[in-house]
């Protein structure tokens, strides 16, 4: 994983919507993760739940996030969830372009593009996913899909902001699957999105993006995810529902960073 910090998110999308229960997983997650200082973690919390796990999360070391904003700070808006009010419970991070929001939402590049540049402008972090529909062996229609969203996504960001950047690589043919993608695929198409970003900016300024992985990851499987100097981790979803379960994939991409350090 080299000198990029490595980072493990989890995003509850709508599982988790009474607050006991919520606030009860946040304080769970706290008490056993609250002495890795090595890998960030991220948490992604239902809409709603943001407030009340945002003061279970205050003064650790876990991460707030929210898994979607308006494009808009505020105005009539109607139903909208702004960034300001992120920023007033002290969250750090953006999910945008999952594909639940591009597919049952009609988000498109030009709209998550819009909600990137605001979550820069207001100095909070993105962390946009991206990733091919259809499973394919041909590299270079994948790459070439990458390239066309990528392109999209980060128009008009500057270099000098990507090192505040995740791509979240969640291909929709893995994603709410029973089965990950192959570790030597993950490996590949992590790399592959690297070398896009050097064309598009320049090979020091995609050095500095942390690129992880989403799709079916769980304790079982993470490690052989981590496995390669481009993934610098993963996101969590449904297999790492329970906060035991999310501290175990934490654990794995540990005992990478272990492994690695002994060399």
């Not at 904003?69 to 999952?98: Q, R």
């Amino acid at each position: 994983m080299g000198k990029r910090k490595p980072v493990v998110v989890m995003s509850w999308a709508m599982r988790q919507n009474r607050e006991v229960e919520a606030v009860n997983f946040a304080e769970q997650l706290v008490e056993l993760l609250g002495n890795n200082q090595n890998i960030e973690k991220i948490l992604l919390p239902s809409i709603a739940m943001l407030y009340p796990v945002s003061k279970v999360l205050w003064n650790t070391n876990i991460h707030l996030g929210a898994q979607n904003i308006s494009a808009y700070a505020s105005g009539a808006y109607t139903g909208e969830y702004s960034i300001e009010s992120l920023l007033d419970i002290k969250g750090d991070y953006v999910e945008l372009g999952h594909w639940e929001r591009r597919q049952y939402f009609h988000e498109t590049d030009a709209t998550i593009n819009k909600k990137l540049r605001l979550t820069l402008e207001k100095g909070l972090k993105p962390i946009l996913c991206v990733g091919e529909v259809e499973q394919t062996s041909d590299l270079e229609e994948i790459e070439s899909f990458l390239y066309l969203q990528l392109f999209n996504d980060l128009y008009e960001v500057k270099k000098e902001d990507l090192e505040t950047l995740v791509i979240a690589y969640t291909p929709i043919w893995a994603v709410n699957k029973s089965k990950a993608a192959s570790a030597p695929h993950i490996h590949l198409v992590c790399g592959m999105i690297r070398k896009v970003l050097a064309k598009m900016f320049d090979l020091a300024s995609a050095e500095n993006v942390r690129i992880i992985y989403g799709g079916a990851v769980s304790p079982e499987n993470a490690t052989l995810i981590v496995r390669n100097k481009e993934v610098d981790g993963v996101f969590v979803g449904r297999f790492g529902s329970n906060p035991e379960r999310y501290a175990k994939v934490v654990a794995e991409v540990q005992n990478n960073i272990d492994k690695e350090s002994s060399f």
